[in-house]
């Protein structure tokens, strides 16, 4: 008994994703609700799992192949016997599946044969019927994102399968037995070794990841869609500074999470967005959809991109709540563990580029968001106290990009004057609600 192993629904907006790395190889026993590939979205990492006990015996798509919700991308089958595990690994080694729709049966009607392919004087132990170099599905992604001709990668494989750990140990000059025959030999093949060779000693190409290629994508709509721009304020974090250095430690025992510069500006930028609702709103058609929550995105560095957790009902939570928020969504974000729920409806963003040392930038709208708030670096810098005394004091920079369809200039500047007002007497965002 066969059954398919079918990409499951994920989100209403998320149709496809991008196999990231098969957890079980054919061949492996499953068992039901067992975890059995990765898949990568726009937006989150997410486990597939087994709904059924057996072995795995078809992978119908390798990593970094594109599945569509309901495709069929494993065939689980009952295990016969102690040995049939044995039996589907050897049928891997010799043969790759080219398509997941290639029938079992060619035109002919003869049998497709899962044995080891035979060697001919036309074709090395490494490459198939069709010519195509034999090798693991996890090898073909790392020579795709490299951008290395697999049939310039030598295989230690017996049966001349090329491994994963063939294409990272491959360097550009390095040559295949069959390259030393005579030049006539194969002289398409001989030319095409000489242009990659000077292409890969030159060049490394790097496949961008489906985050990276939606990120992308939605950055540049945003550019096209939206009429945005920004606007500037400083803001003296002397008194910020002060009441974190006197609470901290008692902060600590108390809640056993560290107080942030992240509360106060988040709590500040609620106590704004009730002065200033139009930033705190969408556009749809040809109308202006004001929200009358407080969902706050955080803008958080992860390794495959920038993802933007949020914290939900911001209005409602205390410091230490929204401190507690940050540093959770901030861990499951750095550890692909965000889920869509995490992700999904912030009304406003946050973006603090201050953490990496930029002074200055003007961040990009999280759209259909129609504002963004920047935080910068903490630098220190004269400023004048009055008309006779100059100090040195910790100043940053704060940066509002909007939507100008929806948010007048005057509206903009008032969030940031009020933003700033707020972290300059930080006691008085405890009389925000």
Not at 185 to 191: H, Q, Y
């Amino acid at each position: 008994m066969m059954a398919e192993i079918k990409v499951p629904e994920l989100a209403e907006s998320i149709t496809e994703g991008t196999i990231a790395q098969w957890l079980k190889q054919k061949g492996d026993q499953v068992q039901k609700g067992e975890y059995i590939v990765e898949l990568e979205t726009d937006k989150v990492n997410v486990e597939i799992i087994s709904d059924y006990d057996g072995v795995l015996t078809e992978l119908l798509a390798e990593e970094g192949d594109t599945v569509k919700v309901g495709e069929a991308i494993a065939v689980v089958g009952e295990q016969a016997g102690g040995d049939s595990g044995e039996q589907v690994k050897t049928a891997e080694q010799g043969k790759e599946k080219e398509s997941p729709d290639e029938p079992v049966e060619n035109q002919q009607g003869n049998n497709t044969s899962t044995d080891n392919p035979p060697v001919s004087e036309e074709h090395g132990a490494d490459e198939d019927s069709q010519g195509r170099v034999i090798a693991s599905p996890a090898a073909r992604k790392l020579a795709r994102e490299k951008g290395i001709n697999l049939n310039q990668v030598s295989s230690q494989d017996p049966l001349g399968r090329v491994r994963k750990q063939d294409v990272e140990s491959y360097t550009p000059n390095q040559q295949k037995p069959e390259d030393n025959k005579p030049a006539n030999s194969r002289p398409e093949k001989a030319a095409s070794t000489a242009a990659a060779n000077e292409d890969d000693s030159r060049f490394e190409r790097i496949k961008m990841s489906r985050r990276r290629q939606t990120i992308a994508n939605r950055l540049v709509e945003v550019q096209q869609t939206a009429a945005m721009l920004t606007t500037f304020n400083e803001v003296d974090m002397t008194a910020v500074m002060e009441l974190r250095k006197k609470w901290k430690d008692r902060f600590f025992e108390e809640n056993d999470v560290r107080l942030g510069f992240m509360s106060f500006f988040t709590k500040a930028v609620v106590a704004a967005l009730k002065k200033t609702p139009y930033l705190n709103a969408e556009i749809q058609g040809d109308e202006f959809v004001l929200k009358k929550f407080y969902d706050i995105g955080v803008a958080v560095a992860a390794d495959e991109g920038l993802v933007v957790p949020v914290i939900r009902d911001a209005d409602r939570k205390n410091f230490a709540e929204i401190e507690r928020d940050i540093n959770d969504l901030a861990e499951k974000a750095r550890s692909n563990k965000l889920s869509l729920k995490d992700l999904q409806g912030g009304s406003f963003t946050i973006t603090n580029g201050g953490v990496f040392g930029s002074l200055l930038s003007t961040p990009i709208l999280n759209g259909p968001q129609v504002g963004i708030l920047g935080m910068h670096t903490i630098q220190l810098r004269p400023v004048a106290i009055d008309k006779e005394r100059m100090e040195n004091r910790p100043m940053m920079y704060i940066a509002l990009s909007y939507d100008h369809r929806i948010v007048d200039g005057k509206e903009a500047v008032t969030f940031l004057k009020h933003i700033k007002q707020l972290m300059e007497d930080p006691e008085s965002l405890l009389l925000q609600g």
